[in-house]
């Protein structure tokens, strides 16, 4: 079946634009992690939904990103007025639930850079 | 944060060698878990081993985990070049009913055919 697909696979964007990254998990599973990985930080969690719950956005990095879960489906993940320090690979993965001991299938990414 | 931490940072060896990678953790966990990425994209799920566990075997992979120590091995036997990935070890802890996952840096494995 498929998989986790993500697009655009590659953005370049002017400093002070904003972006939308789309993830589209795998039908049928209920939790959705945003994840992001950059020379400086290394692989970082940044925000998680799991069915109808209110998403955990511990690991937003500042109020200029967010995303949304659309149905239980799809999610956007929006970077405001983005920054330099904003370029990175933006990873999504979705997992069957929420419980610790599902593996987390991951997508492609979308490789951002802010000139 | 980082939680986990590998060693070596990057390994090469030669086809047909086992190649062995380490990683330790800092806080109490529910389960780890190894993942491989090519080409800086997709990580690939391989091995979960859970905390009440101490090895694990799938393939040519082997797991261990050592909770009192706070750390993992992972063992690729008889690798072969298309084993030429990073290596990341991750861990789930005790989060309420968040199961995200807080990765180590990785490991660069080179192998050469």
């Known amino acids: 079946g498929a998989g986790v697909s993500q697009s655009p696979s590659n953005k370049v964007t002017e400093k002070g634009k904003d972006v939308e990254l789309r993830c589209d998990p795998i039908s049928g599973h209920t939790a959705l992690y945003w994840y992001r990985q950059s020379l400086g930080q290394g692989l970082e969690f940044l925000i998680y939904?799991?069915?109808?719950?209110?998403?955990?956005k511990s690991g937003l990095p500042s109020d200029r990103f967010s995303a949304e879960r659309t149905g239980g489906s799809v999610s956007t993940l929006t970077i405001q007025r983005t920054q330099q320090e904003d370029s990175a690979v933006y990873l999504c993965?979705?997992?069957?639930?929420?419980?610790?001991?599902?593996?987390?299938?991951f997508g492609p990414g979308t490789r951002l850079t802010v000139t | 944060s980082q939680q986990g931490e590998e060693d070596p940072q990057a390994l090469s060896i030669q086809e047909g060698e086992n190649a062995t990678m380490n990683c330790s953790y800092k806080?109490?966990?529910?389960?780890l878990q190894w993942y491989r990425q090519n080409s800086g994209r997709g990580l690939v799920h391989l091995i979960l081993i859970r905390s009440n566990e101490r090895e694990k075997h799938s393939g040519r992979l082997r797991v261990t985990l050592d909770t009192s120590k706070k750390s993992s091995s992972l063992l690729i036997t008889a690798s072969r070049a298309a084993d030429t990935a990073s290596y990341f070890c991750a861990t789930v802890g005790y989060t309420g009913a968040n199961s995200k996952l807080t990765f180590g840096k990785g490991i660069t494995l080179s192998v050469r055919p």
């Open positions: 939904f799991q069915g109808n719950s209110a998403p955990d």
């Open positions: 806080t109490s966990i529910n389960n």
């Open positions: 993965a979705s997992s069957p639930g929420g419980q610790a001991t599902y593996e987390q299938y």
